[in-house]
């Protein structure tokens, strides 16, 4: 492909992106899941759920249900059933029967209104929108370069595959939403594995354990990507043990998390067999990335390793740290692509910054010069004003070189 259609590929994946991510954040019915207001825990036949907790106030309670009621997930619609599983529409209703102490209760449930959203989502969909920012300005300077690229298709898939996810994208069809999750897990786990493809461009040719990391990576991530949609369908069919919310350790497992540690040991081992002012130049490329794999990375590690009770606040604490490692990534790659002029955008910006300053010197000086002279110039012929005039602007012309020099050393330092 040449450059201008790498160009416009890269930029179309970035305003999609854009668009998707708009939708998910300025949509209330699009946000993320009403809470549901209960949770459950498995009983000896896999189908079955015990309702354990009620949210006083909460849609749940609202609705009929109680502690002690049982739920068969198998006799629910494939659509009810993802819904109580992934998250439910604003003011959703679902009907359902429970057996409550041996007797059958219909239910119909009705979903709170949207969620108020935290800190830590506002602070992911800000570093989104940051990168697909970021990822926009070097496909449009640097489509040419392969490293360009693949950094620009790393930032712009994170955002897009995460508002396609289960829990964050939320509609009014579950067939289009399950549709839609699939999509977006396809897209997450390709956006893990290209940090192991930017690394592997770095210190080329790769030696042979570098190129085994990156294989391994691949593999991993194309591992996890068939996994979850097999379990999407699973869920939608009914043949998948249930865990309400999606949120159990049997959903997010320790081993989502080796997509995105390989990929870091990929990255560390590309900064080793790298020397010389390359090391210095990546390293301000990897180091935000790892760390906003590391934040991806703990999102599953500490899902698996919290116990029932203490998941729901585990995994609020973990989602915030990912968020923050969401916003340390655009902040980490704005110092070193403007600071320490990484794939030359910071000085094309400076250029831009110059140009920009030069202008509103020499143009604001001649404005005040003029204005200063001209109760004197009404005075005199017109001979005389057009020789001052042009005698302003000679002086001008020729400091603006001085200008230039003057502007750029300020420019600099700032």
């Known amino acids: 492909m040449s450059v201008s259609s790498w160009r416009a590929v890269l930029l179309a994946l970035c305003f999609v992106a854009t668009v998707v991510n708009a939708i998910c954040l300025f949509t209330d019915s699009i946000q993320a899941s009403s809470a549901l207001g209960f949770t459950v825990s498995r009983t000896a036949d896999s189908a079955v759920v015990r309702v354990d907790t009620i949210d006083a106030g909460g849609a749940a309670q609202a ?40 007797v059958t209760v219909p239910i119909e449930f009705v979903a709170g209104g949207p969620p108020v959203l935290r800190w830590d989502t506002l602070l992911f969909f800000f570093a989104s929108f940051w990168m697909l920012g970021f990822a926009a300005l070097i ?37 289009l939403d399950v549709t839609a999750a699939a999509f977006g897990f396809a897209l997450l786990w390709i956006q893990a594995a290209l940090l192991a493809t930017y690394a592997s461009l770095v210190a080329r040719p790769p030696s042979l354990g570098r190129r085994v990391l990156a294989a391994l990576a691949y593999a991993s991530a194309a591992a996890m990507a068939v996994f979850d949609i097999i379990r999407l369908v699973d869920i939608w069919n009914g043949s998948l043990p249930w865990v309400a919310q999606g949120v159990g350790p049997e959903w997010n497992m320790m081993y989502g998390a080796i997509p995105y540690v390989l990929p870091i040991v990929c990255g560390l081992a590309a900064l080793t067999a790298a020397s010389g002012v390359e090391r210095t130049r990546v390293a301000y490329v990897l ?40 916003f340390i990534a655009p902040l980490g790659m704005t110092y070193a692509l403007l600071n320490r002029r990484v794939l030359d955008i910071g000085f094309a910006l400076n250029r831009v910054a110059i140009f920009s300053g030069v202008s509103i010197v020499v143009v604001g000086a001649f404005m005040l010069v003029e204005w200063a002279l001209s109760s004197w110039l009404q005075e005199q012929s017109h001979t005389t004003s057009l020789v001052v005039g042009a005698a302003v602007a000679l002086l001008l012309g020729f400091s603006i070189r001085f200008v230039h020099d003057r502007v750029e050393q300020v420019l600099d330092r700032v």
Request: net charge positive.
């Open 287 to 326: 180091a935000p990335l790892m760390i906003f794999y590391a934040a991806e990375a703990m999102l599953y590690i500490v899902s698996a390793m919290s116990s029932s009770a203490q998941h729901g606040t585990a995994l609020v604490v973990s989602y915030g740290f990912a968020n923050i490692g969401v």
């Open 63 to 102: 609705s009929g249900l109680r502690a002690g009621d049982l739920i068969n997930v198998r006799n629910l619609a494939p659509g009810e059933r993802y819904r109580l599983l992934t998250g439910v529409y604003p003011h959703e209703k679902i009907a359902f029967v429970v057996s409550r102490d041996g």
């Open 139 to 175: 496909a449009w300077r640097r489509a040419g370069v392969p490293e360009a690229r693949i950094l620009c298709a790393l930032l712009a898939l994170y955002p897009l595959s995460s508002a396609f996810i289960p829990g964050t994208w939320i509609g009014p069809s579950p067939s």
